[in-house]
């Protein structure tokens, strides 16, 4: 265990190397067992002790490995006194990322469909998509938490919304825009992996000015993810929690989440989610849609935006698919004129007192090639594993999770594998946290609500550091101290 600014650094093992990572190399699994944690926010090292035997899945499902280099530039990361990373002074020195273009080609033929409802019978009275176990053949290459890393992509608006005036309409317009374009990448169907408790998923973002940063936090009562993303002049935050439940012919999410955007000028916005239908999930074809109602608030303001989505009826024809619109309201009262209309899958559109009308955000086009996944070139990118990345990530990072990475690749049967004792790993941890007097700490986010349900206020914080720890090369050291010893 090593030091760092006055918090502890864990010993963990990369599970890929950086020779495997998105080379397209068949990955091997290895016989041996490791005692040291690979994922989680682990709160101990003694790798004798029960408690040290943490994720014993993530263990065996350890790949093969060669000597990863840290490929990271510390030397030119400045840090202010108290050892801090700002925003700014991080992009400076943080060295573009390439980034792919496609998936690579699968390696074996894809595995046969099976059948649906072996899947949703499973789930129907856990209330929780992310607690049921699913097969690989129903899953994508990505995980809960890069799922969330999917609503930056459209992050310029906040930084368009971060240099007008604050507790103006045009910021409210900007950044009711942002939370409609997150509705925009997911309208592929497939579910993500389910992230395992303490899981971490970082995106270093200098091309488009930001860095982001997720964990899974909670898993009793319920499972929170928790985000936090900071750009130039602005810091968006998401704490979601998300409730399930099965109609007959449809899976509906209520998300309970609590979204925020918070500016360096002192202007904050909250907002919610709407209800998502996965409709024709037994028989017909499956499609998602987002319907009812939610409010975009700007804390200092007052100005609110009042939002809707529209749900397709029988009788609605197809032009109204996907439509949402809303208006603004300042202490009850609608303003005049001011309209946003649009489609979540498409545009949003902002009519304004002066009878113009304005185009706030309009959808990327798609990937060239999208028949794997139908991922946009967004989402393609975020699972990613560069050499350069390779040699940073903490090993929490769900890009060196193994069976994500097999799917990734194609290689079905090894995926399958991998994810079983994954699965099983987590249930081990789980009944060992369930214990009296055992708790599961959060790595880089800590408890500061009571109850663990998610309500008005955040029940994580930030704890600050991970970006530090990453610059001055903490997770890349510890990598090299195990290969020393
Ligand atoms: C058999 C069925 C249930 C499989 C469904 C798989 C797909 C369609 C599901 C699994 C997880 C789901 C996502 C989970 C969380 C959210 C956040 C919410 O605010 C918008 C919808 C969104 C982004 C969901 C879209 C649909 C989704 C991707």
């Known amino acids: 265990m090593a030091c760092l600014d006055n918090r502890i650094v864990f010993n963990e093992q990369p599970l890929l190397s950086k020779e495997q990572s998105g080379q397209g190399q068949v990955i091997q699994q290895s016989a041996e067992i490791m005692d040291e944690p690979l994922i989680g926010a682990f709160r101990c090292s003694d790798a004798s002790t029960e408690q040290g035997c943490l994720e014993e899945a993530h263990a065996s499902a350890k790949c093969s490995m060669t000597t990863g280099q840290a490929h990271h530039r510390t030397d030119q990361m400045t840090t202010t006194s108290s050892g801090a990373l700002p925003i700014e002074d991080w992009l400076k020195a943080e060295p573009a990322h390439q980034r792919r273009e496609a998936l690579p080609p699968p390696q074996q033929p894809a595995p046969t469909a099976i059948n649906m409802w072996s899947l949703i019978k499973d789930m129907v009275g856990k209330g929780e998509l992310s607690r049921v176990a699913t097969p690989v053949q129903f899953l994508e290459p990505l995980s809960e938490l890069q799922q969330r890393c999917e609503d930056m992509e459209f992050s310029e608006l906040l930084d368009q919304a971060a240099a007008v005036e604050r507790c103006s309409l045009e910021r409210l317009l900007l950044v009711t825009a942002f939370a409609v374009s997150a509705y925009s990448g997911v309208k592929r169907t497939c579910k993500p992996f389910n992230a395992l408790l303490g899981e971490t998923y970082e995106l270093a973002c200098p091309e488009k000015g930001f860095r982001f940063i997720s964990e899974k936090v909670q898993h009793e009562p319920t499972t929170i993810n928790r985000v936090l993303a900071e750009g130039r002049g602005w810091t968006f935050e998401l704490e979601d929690e998300l409730h399930t439940r099965f109609t007959g012919t449809a899976v509906e999410l209520a998300p309970i989440v609590l979204l925020q955007v918070a500016f360096s000028d002192g202007d904050t916005y909250r907002w919610g989610k709407a209800m998502t239908s996965i409709n024709n999930v037994i028989v017909g074809r499956i499609h998602l849609e987002h319907k009812g109602s939610w409010r975009l608030r700007g804390v200092q303001s007052g100005l609110i935006a ?166 001055a090369g903490a997770f890349a050291a510890q990598e090299t101290q195990i290969e020393r010893e």
């Open 306 to 471: 009042c939002m809707k989505f529209h749900a397709a009826t029988m009788l609605s024809s197809k032009s109204k698919l996907h439509e949402v619109s809303g208006v603004v309201e300042k202490d009850g009262v609608a303003l005049k004129g001011v309209k946003l209309r649009g489609k979540w899958d498409r545009e949003l559109h902002a009519d304004l007192p002066d009878g113009s009308s304005r185009l706030l955000w309009r959808v990327n086009p798609p990937a060239a090639d999208p028949s794997r996944y139908c991922m946009t070139p967004w989402v393609l990118r975020l699972n990613d594993l560069t050499p350069q990345l390779a040699g940073r990530l903490p090993h929490t990072d769900t890009r060196l999770r193994p069976d994500v990475r097999c799917l990734e690749l194609g290689i079905y049967d090894q995926a399958a594998v991998h994810h079983k004792q994954m699965e099983e790993g987590q249930a081990k941890k789980l009944a060992r946290i369930a214990k009296p007097g055992a708790t599961h700490e959060p790595r880089w986010f800590e408890r500061v609500g009571g109850c663990g349900k998610i309500g008005e206020e955040y029940l994580f914080r930030y704890r600050g550091g991970y970006w530090e720890a990453c610059a």
